[in-house]
């Protein structure tokens, strides 16, 4: 019986140790590894797609933590998913190098403002983040707001703030921006698309 | 994409121009590669530069960067000429036999209606000869003159090879060449594949770039076609979602506008919005535009959008004109915008001429980023020496910087080249204290919406009625969305053609559009993910890769809009009779009763062969259109104009009109465009298959890849500097300068144009101040501020700069 390495895991996820299942004749056709199994064993496997470029290949996350309530889980692996239409399993430079982006050290952790004229980052708190973030716009809309334009008809828009919406987040995210910047009158709006 | 990119493999022949598959979208580019070695394909390579595409391609041929309408308008010509394509497809599924307005004209590089003053056309003349019943006319003979096809061969009979030669510099026997390879193609069992990207778009003629090569596909009777198609490699994984949900200045979600402050009500809105049938019997689907945008107006205001207030017509802004990134940095620099939101973008980085945009953030009062990485935008008040050289004390803008998750610490969908929404699954717990994007928009709009309830102030109402049912106001879930994405029935949907039966009860989520209404009993975020979440649950979460066909159709797999149709137009793979133009590409087929196949089919499902209505059903006249009526900025037919930093200085078609004459440029902006006299090398930037944008200087695998910043000459410019391999040096134009090491190499050829010799200057994009990489110069420093006459897409491809060791 030919397993491939993903059938195997699968197998194994059965509930019986890796070991057993060789004892019981199912030889993957390829040896692997032990210590390389071992990991993947006891990890979770979790479906997403690369974030980078258009050809949207599937891929399988591997993490370690059970998803019990004060354990982080953290992703160790990342490969191309086999049963992808488009991808088969490969991926290219880019999303070979996906488990760096999660863990690259330049990820933001914490909301920070830089005021005025300062040198340096400062760890707010979101509740700061938010509660100066909304008065800022309020001040801006409530001072710039134009309801009617020089003709006298209704226009609601507002100029003077603007927004430029991801090219790699959701399209759930999307629809929630949209939403934000149209019930504001807001004009200014692009997404990565524009260039 | 029409197709997608499992179906490249059913192509006899892929042209690569205006991108570079095999690095930008290395894995997607496996399927042309599939088609060399199942389908014997043979792939085709035109670009500045003899890329890793152009090496295991079958036939490579040079142009100049930004000369491709001249390269594929002297291919009509070609076909034209030699009769090479498919005229019954042509006669029956394209416009050509249409005629054309007796005062359309084109003179001198102008069509009929300019005005040198505003730079803009008036398009009256760009249009149909319409009957008394109000269809177009049309002369099946072909004979009349002012049918579009003879139009079309009057217009391109200018792009003989000899000007193709000396406009793009490709010796004319390889431009020959090229035109064979095509030609063969317009028979009926054989397509073409045309894999483009950014080196089309980013040009002041990208737009028209892209409609040369449709009006191809139509001529050779490729669109519908299993292995035809059009095909644009998009360049991010969601910039396909994130349009189809219309975030851009004039949009709104599937490709409804925004209403004009001309259109003063919902009615002369939608009338306006809302196409007639130009000719007898067709569907034009846009006929149902009315349905759409008040689902769309449920779903933003939910109760409160009423028959009585125009579903909230008043709640949405008005445009006076369009709010791109160009028109609005310009606004900023002038000193009229005091606020700014950046989500997952880097604008320092992407934005044309770098210290333009640099600036114009100085003078913002607040800078909100999101993102999960570091950015240059997100420390654009930094001094990072000779790469950003800023004085921190006298910025005062405020920046808020705010961490999110990435791809796998969140779920939901995003739409790849071929529409097909994958929904991805959360992997891990975010660092430290990020959160969604979604979750960082809801907690700004509650605070927003608790003062404005607390204080009052200007026009809180599209605000306080704004739709916001979620579970938790805070955190709106992927999964609500996603259902308000799909829509709902808000009552009985009743079956029209069957009584007593219903599409949808009251409060389930709609099976496809077809359910949409226009009295308010329908609510649809996005009309076009119809059928994305249906009462069977979330279709987007979809594995089965099964292909019962052999030709890489997973109708399966996720789910693709519209309907989870695969080929787009696939009707137009029969001919008018029903049978297929290749039985071996056999997509759907008539019963007797309706059409099916593997695929959805793109028509009414129960109109037989042989009726009037014609394929292209998004159109008012079912065609596709040679003609494209007053739907571009620059012309129904694409014409060449020169770059705006042009290394020939003149064009040699029409040297009055040297460039797009209906392309914006800022006055400032245009003072700073140079001479080939002060730059005379012909710059274009490119990625390289190690990187991503500006991201991967973030990812240590990436930076160990590719670690320092590079631009790439030819041996005969290296030459004439006498640079040599690995030296340091200055590229600059007259925006500003970058440094680099030299990459002298083959693959970069002197050009002939126009009788002088063009030398080109290879800029890859992946360095800025901020990564893990070593520290580089963002290439944006150099690109002029300018953008396509439609999209205004910037024209990073083409301009002009000098080099010299540093
Ligand atoms: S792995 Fe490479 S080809 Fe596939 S989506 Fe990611 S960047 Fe694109």
């Given at each position: 019986m030919q397993v491939s390495r993903r059938q195997f895991f699968k197998l194994c996820g059965g509930g019986m140790a890796g070991t057993t299942v060789a004892a019981l004749g199912f030889t993957p056709g390829v040896a692997l590894a032990d210590t390389r199994s071992y990991k993947l064993l006891r990890a979770s496997e979790t479906r997403n797609t690369c974030p980078y470029c258009s050809v949207g290949c599937g891929i399988l996350m591997y993490s370690l933590g059970d998803g019990a309530k004060n354990a982080k889980s953290e992703i160790f692996h990342i490969e191309g998913d086999?049963?992808?239409?488009?991808n088969r399993g490969a991926l290219c430079p880019k999303g070979a190098g996906l488990v760096d982006f999660i863990h690259s050290p330049n990820r933001l952790k914490y909301p920070e403002v830089r005021e005025a004229g300062s040198n340096e980052f400062k760890r707010i708190s979101w509740d700061e983040a938010y509660s100066r973030i909304a008065r800022h716009i309020k001040a801006d809309r409530d001072a710039n707001f134009v309801q009617k334009n020089a003709d006298g008809v209704t226009v609601n828009r507002w100029l003077t703030t603007g927004f430029l919406a991801a090219s790699a987040s959701s399209n759930e995210t999307g629809w929630l921006t949209q939403k934000f910047v149209r019930s504001l009158g807001m004009l200014a709006v692009d997404n990565q698309a524009r260039v | 994409m029409t197709n997608h990119w499992v179906d490249i493999k059913n192509a006899n022949l892929i042209v690569v121009m205006g991108g570079n598959a095999a690095e930008a979208h290395p894995v997607g580019f496996r399927w042309a590669l599939e088609a060399k070695t199942r389908n014997k394909a043979k792939i085709l390579v035109i670009d500045p530069r003899f890329t890793r595409t152009a090496s295991v391609a079958d036939y490579y041929a040079p142009i100049r960067t930004g000369t491709d309408i001249t390269f594929l308008s002297g291919v009509i010509r070609y076909l034209l000429e030699k009769g090479a394509y498919n005229k019954e497809y042509t006669l029956a599924y394209t416009n050509a036999a249409l005629l054309v307005n007796p005062d359309f004209a084109f003179n001198d590089g102008l069509f009929s209606g300019y005005d040198a003053e505003k730079r803009k056309y008036d398009k009256a003349s760009w249009s149909y000869q319409l009957g008394e019943d109000g269809f177009a006319k049309r002369d099946d003979t072909l004979v009349d003159p002012r049918c579009v096809i003879n139009l079309l061969k009057t217009h391109v009979s200018r792009y003989t090879p000899e000007m193709v030669e000396t406009i793009c510099g490709t010796p004319k026997d390889a431009f020959l060449k090229v035109c064979e390879y095509i030609a063969e193609t317009g028979a009926h069992d054989k397509t073409t594949s045309f894999l483009y990207a950014l080196g089309w778009t980013q040009h002041s003629i990208g737009s028209q770039n892209i409609r040369t090569m449709a009006m191809i596909q139509l001529l050779l009777g490729n669109m519908g076609m299993a292995g035809g198609g059009v095909n644009a490699l998009r360049g991010h994984s969601n910039i396909q979602g994130l349009t189809d949900v219309g975030l851009l200045s004039q949009s709104l979600p599937g490709y409804l506008r925004l209403p004009s402050e001309?259109?003063?009500t919902l009615e002369t809105f939608l009338e306006a919005t809302t196409p007639k049938a130009l000719a007898d019997g067709q569907m034009n689907y846009w006929q149902n535009t009315p349905k759409f945008h008040v689902s769309l107006m449920k779903a933003f205001w939910g109760d409160n959008a009423t028959a009585e207030n125009s579903w909230g017509f008043d709640w949405l802004p008005k445009w006076d004109k369009g709010y791109d990134v160009l028109q609005y940095f310009e606004m900023m620099n002038d000193g009229k915008v005091n606020g700014y939101f950046c989500q997952g973008f880097n604008p320092v980085a992407s934005f044309p001429n770098k210290n333009k945009v640099v600036a114009s953030l100085s003078k913002l009062k607040f800078l909100v980023v999101m993102d999960p990485l570091v950015t240059d935008t997100s420390t654009f008040w930094k001094n990072h020496g000779e790469h950003n050289d800023v004085d921190s004390a006298s910025i005062q803008t405020e920046v808020f910087r705010l961490p999110t998750t990435c791809f796998a610490e969140e779920e939901g969908a995003i739409v790849n080249s071929g529409r097909w929404l994958q929904w991805h699954w959360k992997g891990a717990d975010a660092p430290g204290e990020a959160v969604t994007d979604v979750e960082i928009v809801a907690g700004i709009f509650s605070k927003l919406k608790a003062l404005y309830a607390k204080e009052g102030g200007a026009y809180p109402e599209p605000i306080m009625k704004l739709s916001w049912a979620y579970r938790d106001a805070h955190d709106p879930k992927a999964e609500e969305l996603a259902k308000e994405l799909n829509g709902k029935a808000l009552a009985d949907i009743p079956d029209p053609k069957k009584p007593g039966e219903f599409l949808a009860k009251k409060g389930e989520q709609l099976p496809g559009f077809a359910a949409l209404q226009d009295d308010g009993s329908t609510m649809s975020a996005c009309w076009i993910f119809a059928g994305s979440w249906t009462q069977a649950g979330n279709q987007m979460g979809r594995r089965d890769n099964a292909d019962p066909s052999g030709l890489g159709n997973t109708p399966g797999w996720s789910w693709a809009w519209p309907a989870n149709r695969r080929i787009l137009y696939n009707r137009a793979s029969n001919k008018p009779d029903g049978t297929p133009w290749d039985a071996k590409r056999t997509l759907i087929k008539w019963n007797g009763e309706k059409w099916a196949g593997i695929d959805v089919p793109d028509f009414k499902a129960d109109e037989p062969p042989g009726s009037k209505m014609a394929p292209f059903i998004m159109q008012a006249e079912g065609l596709g259109r040679l003609f494209a009526l007053d739907k571009m900025a620059e012309g129904p037919f694409p014409e060449h104009y020169e770059p705006f930093?042009?290394?020939?200085?003149?064009?040699?078609?029409h040297p009055k009109v040297v460039h797009n004459p209906a392309a914006r440029i800022f006055k400032k902006d245009a003072e700073q465009l140079g001479s080939k006299a002060d730059f005379p090398y012909a710059a274009t930037t490119y990625r390289l298959t190690e990187h991503f944008h500006y991201w991967t200087k973030n990812v240590l695998l990436n930076a160990i890849a590719q670690p320092e910043q590079f631009v790439e000459i030819g041996e005969g410019l290296a030459k004439e500097k006498g640079i040599a391999h690995g030296d340091m040096v200055k590229v600059s134009s007259k925006r500003g300068y970058i440094k680099a090491r030299a990459v002298v190499t083959k693959r970069i050829r002197t050009l002939k144009v126009n009788g002088q010799d063009v030398h080109h200057v290879g800029i890859p994009i992946h360095w800025g101040y901020e990564g893990v990489a070593k520290k580089g110069f963002l290439a944006n420093t150099l690109t002029p501020f300018v953008g396509d006459a439609n999209t205004q897409t910037p024209e990073f491809k083409s301009f002009l700069v000098n080099i010299e060791k540093a």
């Open positions: 086999a049963d992808h239409p488009v | 001309k259109e003063t930093e042009s290394p020939i200085g003149t064009n040699p078609l």
